[in-house]
């Protein structure tokens, strides 16, 4: 099983700047995907952004020019940089890692960091 621990959620001003890390420890296996998804009040989670190994980056139509996913393949790490945020951003943000463990698709989430966009 793969651990994930995000950090670098809180409250920001819209127009501002926040990062969010997550870090996965456990696998055995490669990660195949890792990225991040978020759910505000009342509605159901989205995907945000993803990264897979090679590079390759997808992004919500709703983040995209806005937010930039990275990710360090070495420390299996992979940051979320959100810049101009605006106060529909406000949400739990999970960081999601998918790999395969040789019977099939696994995916793993972390605990969740929350963001909140406010004046």
């Known amino acids: 099983q793969v651990q994930l621990v995000e950090s670098g959620g809180g409250l920001v001003q819209p127009g501002g700047s926040l990062r969010l890390s997550c870090v996965a420890s456990?696998?055995?296996?490669?990660?195949?995907?890792m990225g991040w998804y978020r759910q505000a009040p009342g509605k159901e989670r989205e995907l945000v952004s993803i990264?897979?190994?090679?590079?390759?980056?997808n992004y919500a139509d709703s983040v995209k020019g806005r937010f930039t996913i990275s990710r360090d393949n070495a420390k299996n790490t992979v940051d979320l940089q959100m810049n101009s945020l605006k106060p529909e951003d406000t949400a739990v943000y999970y960081c999601?890692?998918?790999?395969?463990?040789?019977?099939?698709?696994?995916?793993?989430w972390g605990k969740g960091t929350l963001v909140t966009v406010s004046s």
């Open positions: 999601n890692a998918e790999f395969n463990n040789g019977m099939g698709i696994v995916k793993s």
């Open positions: 456990g696998s055995r296996f490669i990660i195949n995907i």
């Open positions: 990264i897979t190994s090679g590079g390759i980056r």
